[in-house]
T-cell receptor, first 111, second 114 residues
Framework: KQEVTQIPAALSVPEGENLVLNCSFT??????LQWFRQDPGKGLTSLLL?????REQTSGRLNASLDKSSGRSTLYIAASQPGDSATYLC??????????FGKGTKLTVNP | DVKVTQSSRYLVKRTGEKVFLECVQD?????MFWYRQDPGLGLRLIYF???????EKGDIPEGYSVSREKKERFSLILESASTNQTSMYLC?????????????FGPGTRLTVT
């Protein structure tokens, strides 16, 4: 059974810092890996989707990578801003339509 | 842009009531999902549907049922609400296999059962 883990559960950084959020999964037969952002009390916003045949995806200041052999994905945020403060969730597609979610990393970017 | 809407942002119901949560997507997606999100437990899949009138149980279907009579609409039904169903409910949709299942979420419904 696929399990997805995100460490740390919370992270606080000063504005302008480059940072990396980590996601690990137990089953390398992952179909895709999706990163989401969630603001308090709100739904999830899709940030990046990496298909199993890809190694990374980029959108603006965000870059996500996928290493199936090591069971890891990372989300790199460049030049962090206070508006980046949110909870970031990763989720792995597991060979059907379903996603398995990690519990998220709560990011705080301090001005 | 894909838009997924949910009928209510906040809902307060009494124990034993029948509760309907509605979700509508406007992008002709085949797949639709209902999750609940609780502190410390993350998102858990309740039910999903891959076609009209088709449904499959997720990880925690007990106490819930679903209905999908039209492609764009997926309803979650709490037959007899209980306090342990107080939670944030999130609906999502995705296209078929051809697009690698990228899921798009609605804004969520915060349900409180008293």
């Amino acid at each position: 059974k696929q399990e997805v883990t995100q460490i740390p559960a919370a992270l606080s950084v000063p504005e302008g810092e480059n940072l990396v959020l980590n996601c690990s999964f137990t089953d390398s037969a992952i179909y895709n890996l999706q990163w989401f952002r969630q603001d308090p009390g709100k739904g999830l916003t899709s940030l990046l989707l990496i298909q199993s045949s890809q190694r990374e995806q980029t959108s603006g200041r965000l870059n996500a990578s996928l290493d199936k052999s090591s069971g890891r994905s990372t989300l790199y945020i460049a030049a962090s801003q206070p508006g980046d403060s949110a909870t970031y969730l990763c989720a792995g597609g597991v060979g059907s339509e379903k996603l398995v979610f990690g519990k998220g990393t709560k990011l705080t970017v301090n001005p | 842009d894909v838009k997924v809407t949910q009928s209510s942002r906040y809902l307060v119901k009494r124990t034993g009531e029948k509760v309907f949560l509605e979700c509508v997507q406007d992008m002709d997606h085949e797949n639709m999902f209902w999750y609940r999100q609780d502190p410390g437990l993350g998102l858990r899949l309740i039910y999903f549907s891959y076609d009209v009138k088709m449904k499959e149980k997720g990880d925690i279907p007990e106490g819930y049922s679903v209905s999908r009579e039209k492609k764009e609409r997926f309803s979650l039904i709490l037959e007899s609400a209980s306090t342990n169903q107080t939670s944030m409910y999130l609906c999502a949709s995705s296209l078929s296999l051809a697009t690698s299942y990228e899921q798009y979420f609605g804004p969520g419904t915060r349900l409180t059962v008293t």
